[in-house]
């Protein structure tokens, strides 16, 4: 979006410079949560747990796509999910990953033995290579592109279950701190149509076929660090709200609060919202209709439709 | 002057007789080392030399001229270019217990006290790891120390000091308790690489007494080397000067190789006496060659005041 | 005017400070630490009361608790009636320490070939020259991009992480006893053998016993290094341990549980230099 001056444009549009900076995903919610960025992507569930939680107020302005098969739990020698309890498995924990799990359990009816799962936190960085290098690590769970690469590699491991059988409980957010958006000069609210018209824009050519579309998939192929086969591969299992219409309805809807109870509950549950959070509606989530999930003194996090709705009437 | 001291001490009878074995012999030893830039450099070359047993020899000279090179070559510790040394009837091969050893510095075990660093030498040629928890060996043992203590009173430590390690005591004490150590062994050779020169000077002489005592005593074969003229004409039977290679000739520079006089008095006592002097002065003479060191001149002139005062 | 005296004596290096202000001084700069923390602390609580980027010490406190008290997520939680001594032993910190600490162990007896290994190197000269170059090559690996490879031969429990303090620390240990052991004076090995010593003599029970302390003091100074590579280890891949626990808390800000943590592991491994430090004077009086 920045290389091909997409942004550039709309930040002009408004008059205010927005300045793209390249992080390894915990380094930039570690930025964000410290301020000293001011937006970043993120998954609902860490804009939960890092910002929400910490006590910054977040607004989700843009909700870009859910995990549709991105994310998978991999298994060799044929496990089902019935056989994982006791084995060792792998994953980076507190994370989507380990959400994907539980629910996994949840939805086969082994919601009882999630607590004889034996977790081992592994780094994504290392974990390929442990996975692949030992055959008695039997058990991953993990994102595309290491999915892809692991199952590429070695024929004997399968796929036990993937985030498509939990369509929109993993999704990816544009999130702003609220303070920012409501800086008095408004330039927060500039920043946001900026952001919102530039993403639209991008997602239309990554969405659409022909010449535009291949150049922009390359791009984003490149600034990601990975080749045009593999990034298409992870769009395949990646449900894009291309038109502003479809995301700013999901936002305004009934299964985005279903699903976001879901995973606040996992959050809570595994004290992701904090050591001394007492209960699970001391971080509460604030919908664009107005309504609270948790006590309404407390709202950490708000999903904002309007700029979403802005982009769709084209009055951005 | 000086030539009758020189034939007086070339005929000077002394107690060692012409029939006892030969301990010491090394033939057409050749040491040279090559240099990083081109070329050799010769320490030692086509050395010839016998030594008697219970002589007591001492090799003086400057350095660099290859004494310590000598010494270590009877030790075992280098091995020459060309010839062979043989000690106690055997051909040296490696350094091995033939010969006793008191270096400069550093001869003590850090980690011992005083008394163990004396035991360590005869508890192991009585036996080997395993026999050590054997209750004859503690037998043995505590024979030892009592035997190592009293030893060790004689030569001047006192009895705090025994239990004490090297670094807490002087440089005196310690080259005592190094010369008890090699002896506990009883070896037929003492090698002695200028084992007081690291010492002030009464404690010098001190042990020099002791040393003479020593080997008036036992009578063991004594290699001594020294820079130090004075030391060697006090302590040896036989004395040996070496000057330094000369480029031209091929065999080594022993400038002297005598019999010393034989003293009966102490050291104290000889170091005034006008022989002694007169040998100084000769020995030194021949180390510088013709020419005259100032301090040559100033004992030519001492012994002169004192001829004319007496 | 009183100033330029004072002045005068804190850059003179004859000055002979009284017992009170070494004393007092010494503290200053935690004091310093401290009140700088509260500040900023302080400050970021007025913006948002439950930061926990910079915990204050109510939050700190409570993550104390929670570390020695409480058990970690993954355990089962404990019976409510049971007493401190059985809540500090199913707590979350102990745990952790437990098995954190027996890879550290574990890595340092390991350690014991490596220093063997150096001693020989100095000693016997055949060892030299076969292990000499090599191991000054070995030594300049770094041991964390071995990691990989270490997973796939050692699997990804325990020993992976051993092996990887071992062999980022094993080397420094070789070649730092390899030197001590050459330092020893010729002149007593010489000695040694005029005093009927065999090989094994002149390597054990001359040279290792004498080089022993400072061995010790070698090992003292690895250990920051050891437990670097152990923190490297757990925190990449590991089911319990100190780092493992702060790469967890990481995730989610949970400085009030790092803090402590962090803390609680300075104190380890002070702990472990002052029982070195105690047993070498101990066993080695003439050092």
Known sequence: MAKSGILKRWADKYGIVIKVQRFDYAASLDAFVGKNIDACTMTNMEALDMPAAAGVDSTALIIGDYSNGNDAILARNNLTLAQLPGKRIMLVQKTVSEYLLERAMDLNGLGTQIPQLRLMNTSDSDLVGAFLGNKSNQIAVTWKPLVSQIVNSDQSVKSLFDSSKIPAEILDLLVVRTDVLKRSDGSGIRFAKAISGAWYETVAQLAGAGSASDQAIAGSAAASGDSVVSYREQLRTTYLYSTAKSAAEFSEGPAIKQKMDLVRQFCFRHQLLGQNIASVNDVAILYPDGTVQGKSDRVRLRIDSSYMRMAEKGRL | MVLAAARLAEIAAFEQTLESPIEIALHNVTVSYPLSSSGHRTVLSDLNLEIRAGEFVVVLGETGCGKSTLLRLVLGQEFPTSGSIDVDGKRVTRIDSRCGYVPQKYSLFPDRTMIQNVMYGPENANTGWLGRILPSFQRFRRDLRLEVEQQLLRMGLRSTDLHKYPHQLSGGMQQRVAIAQALMMKPPVLLMDEAFSALDPTTRSSLQQQLRDIWQESRPTILFVTHNTSEALLLGTRLILLGAHQEESNRTNVLLDMQLPKFDDTITVRKQSMEFQQLREYVKKMAYGSSTSPEDFALAQEIYERRERA | ?287
């Open chain 3, 1 to 287: 005017m009183a100033a330029i005296p004072i002045l005068g004596k804190i850059v003179d290096v004859q000055s002979r400070p009284q017992k009170l202000w070494t004393q007092s001084l010494s503290w200053v700069l935690f004091l310093v630490g401290i009140f700088t923390y509260t500040q900023f602390s302080i400050a970021r609580h007025k913006e948002n009361p439950e930061d926990r980027v910079v915990p204050s010490s109510a939050q700190l406190l409570q993550g104390l608790k929670a570390s020695f008290l409480e058990p970690a997520e993954e355990d089962d939680a404990l019976d409510p009636s049971a007493g401190i001594t059985q809540r500090l032993a199913h707590s979350m910190l102990w745990k952790d320490t437990v098995s954190s600490s027996r890879r550290f162990f574990i890595a340092i007896a390991l350690l014991v070939p490596a220093i063997l290994l150096g001693l020989h190197m100095a000693v016997f000269p055949y060892a030299e020259a076969l292990f000499l170059r090599f191991g000054l090559f070995f030594d300049k690996i770094v041991a964390l991009s071995l990691l990989p490879i270490l997973f796939i031969v050692f699997g990804i429990d325990e020993w992976s992480k051993i092996m990887l303090m071992v062999i980022g620390v094993g080397p420094t240990m070789m070649l730092d006893t390899y030197n001590i052991a050459k330092a020893v004076p010729r002149e007593q090995v010489v000695k040694a053998f005029t005093l009927k010593s065999s090989n094994a003599d002149v390597a054990y029970r001359v040279i290792l016993k004498q080089i022993m302390p400072q061995v010790i003091n070698g090992l003292r100074l690895n250990l920051k290094p050891l437990a670097l590579f152990l923190f490297a280890g757990e925190m990449i891949v590991s089911t319990d341990g100190l780092a493992y626990r702060i790469g967890i808390m990481r995730r989610h800000m949970g400085m009030d549980i790092i803090i402590p943590y962090l803390l609680w592991v300075a104190v380890l491994l002070f702990g472990v230099d002052a029982l070195l430090k105690f047993a070498n004077r101990r066993l080695h009086p003439w050092f």
